[in-house]
Structure formats: C-alpha cells, structure tokens
C-alpha cells in the first residue's frame, strides 16, 4: 500500500461484498459501477476557508504554520520558495500542477518549480470531516459504497433506480443522470466538487474517473474498450506499478493495447502465473471485484520521514521522542478506530534506503501509547543501529476490537522510557 504523505496508513483485511462474490454459472448480470474521486481533496477543502487564494497555485504540505489574517483583511501565506526541508506534496491546485507539482513531489523540489506557490499545512481532522460529509451524500443515493480512503469510494448503482435507464441515442443516459445527481449532492452537502467514473466493474471506473477531471463524468462500456482504453499508457491501470510498467515496457509494451494484444502465456511466463493472467484479464477490461461494502483494517500504522537524518546513539533524545510521539499518535488512531492489536511493528528506513522491518506478537492485544511503545523498544533492540536514519515507523497489527483485552498498565508517561530498553 502505498504510504501517504500524511504519514497514516490502514491495511484493509477482510470484506463483505455488496453483491455476492461471482460465481461463474450463471453468468453474472452487467453491473453498473461507479468510482467517485474528489477533485484536488485537500486543496479544495482549504480553498473553503481561504478563498482569497482561488486560481492560485496552492501546495499542501510541509508542516509549517497556517496562513495569517493580517489587519487589511489580506492574508499572509508562507510561499514554496522560503520552504527548507524534506517534506513532500500531499497534494496541489490544478494551477500548481500546470507548473508541474504533483502529490508525492519533494517540497523543495516543487519550489523550484512553482517558487510563488503558497504554501499550507495539511489539517487531516478538517479533511476527514469533509471525507464523511461527501460519502454520507453519497451514500443517501446509492447505499453501497465501497470506502477506498479519504477521498473515493467506489458505488454500486446496479440496482439504484433508474441508472440502467436508456434514453434513444444515448444507453447510458440513465448511469450519467445518477453520475450527476451524485455530483450534485456532493457539492451540495460539501461546497466540492468531484468526478465520477461509471464502467461495467472497479478497475474501468476507476480509469474512468480520471479521464476528465476536475468535474467530470466518463461512462464507457465494454465495446469502449478499444478507443478509450487501448491507447492509454499501461501505469495508468491501478494495479500496475513503476516497476511493473518499466519491465513491460522493456518488453515493448507500453500502451494497454498492446498489453491486450499480448499473448496469455507469454505474460504468464515473463509475470508468473497470478500476474500474468491478471494483467491479461486486465487489460481486456475484465474484473469481478464485487463493491465491498464493510472491511476491517488488518493493521494500522503511523510513520514520519525526519527532517534530516538521525544517528541512532549521538541523536538518541530526539529520536526517542519522535519515536514515543508516533506511539502516541498510533494509540490515539487505534482509539478512535476502536481496536487493539496483539502484533507490534516497526519500521526503519537508513540514509542509503535500505529498509528493515522488526515485529513481535504479545500475550494480550495493546491499544495503549505506553505499551505501544514498550514493544516497539523491543523491536528495535533487534534493529542494527549503526548508521543514521531517514524514516521510522510503527505498526499494530493482529487487530481485534476491545473488551475481552485485560487493561492496560496505566499513569506512565511515555516519554520517560528509554529509547532502548
Ligand atoms: N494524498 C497524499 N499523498 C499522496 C497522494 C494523495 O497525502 N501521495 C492526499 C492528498 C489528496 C488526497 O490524498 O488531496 C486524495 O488523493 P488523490 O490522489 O485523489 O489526489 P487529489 O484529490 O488531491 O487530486 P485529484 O483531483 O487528481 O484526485
Ligand atoms: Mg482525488
């Protein structure tokens, strides 16, 4: 999964699907999906409070301050040329990503592109009330949505009143009506707007929803393949990474088309049989993924790339207290979710980029800072700390809700403990 700039991630587990899973006799019914992605999400939702900065270029991230209303009623805003560090872009307004920023950029490297960009801090308790709010909307339309993070979700509108309706020259009249009343309803209930892919199954909605964005809506059927699919490039499909596309562009494969047209054993043979035949059936438009309603995260995790890289010994005070704030920070993410968990994790990443990975399974599930943060120790006593450090990271795993859990040891102060215990 990939990690996002807000430092936060959840591993999904296990699901409930909306439709039964497909059973290949009788043949499944057409389905009518949707995947709904919010329009520069964070941006937007800050463009909300500071509408003096429409139409301007607008980076979120960094960590900074937020923007200061001065006496004349202007706003002070720090800019992208007067940021040192190494945080990334979460995100930015469509002017900044004509100046080529983009989600996941360096910040220092997106203020040589875009000096002039204001620059403001990421407020993700603001994004996540909007997040609701959008698909709490949504989901008065359509009831079955899948949540697939803080700003998409895929919907089922198979069986949502009229959305299999045809109108004469136009067959999908009936999905771009329900597409626009879910517009509608978004902007709406959040002031947002969003685009709306519709396709016969999640891996086409979701290109779909891209194809015109911000504010559109792209329905495609099968039969659409060939023209609207086949010639993009192959890393636009979810599921096929930098390094998937690279070696299938090694191979002479760069378009989606030219993926279809590849041989089933040949991609077999180059990808493995389980790859292989998915990027096979991919590329042919063809995916049964049910829309999966409920799913519980098989674990949660916090992370932070440091502002420059720490020794573990001669920097050991300002490590322990990152370290003990991401447990702080990960209980509190488990508090609110709800759960404990029995497996704790971390994370390390040393100034060459090599990453290592420590965990340990407890006798009870924890949910606590200071019993988060006592395993954590544990782990990383089996770490070699011999060279500096770029990123830490902290992982409860094992997840189960509260209540049968003994409590836990309360009325320490995790910042007392050692780094290494
Ligand atoms: N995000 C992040 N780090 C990333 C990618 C995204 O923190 N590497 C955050 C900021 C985005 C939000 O997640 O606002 C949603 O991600 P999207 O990829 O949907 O990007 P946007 O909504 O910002 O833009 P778009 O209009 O292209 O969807
Ligand atoms: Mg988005």
Same mark, same amino acid.
């Given at each position: 999964?990939?990690?996002?700039? *807000? ?15 497909? @059973? ?19 941006? &937007? ?36 040329? *007067? #940021? ?38 990421? @407020? ?5 009330? #909007? ?19 803080? @700003? ?13 309706? &045809?109108?004469?020259g136009d067959p999908l009249?009936?999905a771009r ?17 969003? &685009?709306?892919g519709v396709a016969p199954n999640?891996l086409l909605a979701k290109l779909s929803s891209e194809m015109d964005k911000?504010?559109g809506i792209t329905v495609i059927r099968h039969d659409d393949l060939p023209t609207r699919i086949w010639p993009l490039p192959v890393r636009r499909l ?15 494969i760069d378009t989606l088309g030219e993926l279809a047209a ?12 389980? #790859? ?6 991919a590329a042919h438009g063809r995916d @049964? ?62 100034? *060459? ?61 995790? #910042? ?6």
């Amino acid at each position: 999964m990939p990690a996002r700039a *807000d430092g936060r991630t959840l591993r999904a587990g296990a699901g409930r699907a909306c439709r039964g899973a497909p @059973d290949p006799s009788p043949p499944m019914p057409a389905r009518l999906i949707a995947h709904l992605d919010m329009d520069a999400f964070y941006a &937007s939702v800050e463009l909300l409070r500071y509408p003096q900065l429409r139409g301007q270029p607008v980076v979120i991230g960094g960590g900074g301050k937020p923007p200061v209303l001065q006496a004349d009623g202007s706003l002070a805003c720090a800019r992208l040329r *007067d #940021y040192v560090g190494r945080g990334v872009v979460a995100t930015a307004t469509y002017e900044a990503r004509l100046l080529g920023v983009h989600s996941a950029m360096g910040m220092m490297k997106a203020a040589a592109l875009a000096p002039d960009a204001v620059m403001l801090p990421a @407020d993700f308790d603001r994004y996540r009330h #909007y997040s609701r709010l959008f698909k709490a909307a949504v989901r008065e339309v359509a009831p079955c949505i899948e949540d697939r993070g803080i @700003d998409e979700i895929y919907i089922d509108l198979t069986d949502v009143p009229g959305a299999q309706d &045809s109108r004469p020259g136009d067959p999908l009249a009936g999905a771009r009506n329900i597409a626009a009343i879910l517009q509608a309803r978004v902007r709406e209930a959040t002031s947002l707007s969003c &685009s709306i892919g519709v396709a016969p199954n999640k891996l086409l909605a979701k290109l779909s929803s891209e194809m015109d964005k911000p504010g559109g809506i792209t329905v495609i059927r099968h039969d659409d393949l060939p023209t609207r699919i086949w010639p993009l490039p192959v890393r636009r499909l979810n599921g096929i990474g930098p390094k998937s596309a690279a070696r299938l562009q090694a191979l002479g494969i760069d378009t989606l088309g030219e993926l279809a047209a590849a041989d089933l054993q040949w991609l077999v043979q180059h990808f493995g049989a389980s #790859y292989g035949a998915w990027l096979h059936a991919a590329a042919h438009g063809r995916d @049964d993924r049910p829309v999966v309603t409920h799913s519980e995260p098989k674990s949660i995790s916090r992370e932070t790339t440091f502002e420059r890289d720490l020794h573990p010994r001669h920097d050991r005070q300002e490590l322990g207290e990152i370290f003990t704030r991401l447990c702080v920070r990960l209980a509190e993410d488990l508090a609110r979710k709800g759960y404990v968990g029995r497996t704790v994790g971390v994370k390390l990443r040393y100034d *060459d980029f090599r990453t290592v990975t420590r965990d340990v399974t407890l006798e009870q599930p924890v949910g606590e800072a200071v019993a988060i943060r006592r395993a954590a120790g544990s782990c990383l006593k089996r770490v070699p700390l011999d060279r500096r450090l770029r990123l830490l990271g902290v992982r409860v795993g094992s997840l189960s809700r509260p209540g049968q859990a003994p409590a836990q040891p309360a009325g320490v102060d995790p #910042y007392t403990l050692p780094l290494f215990e």
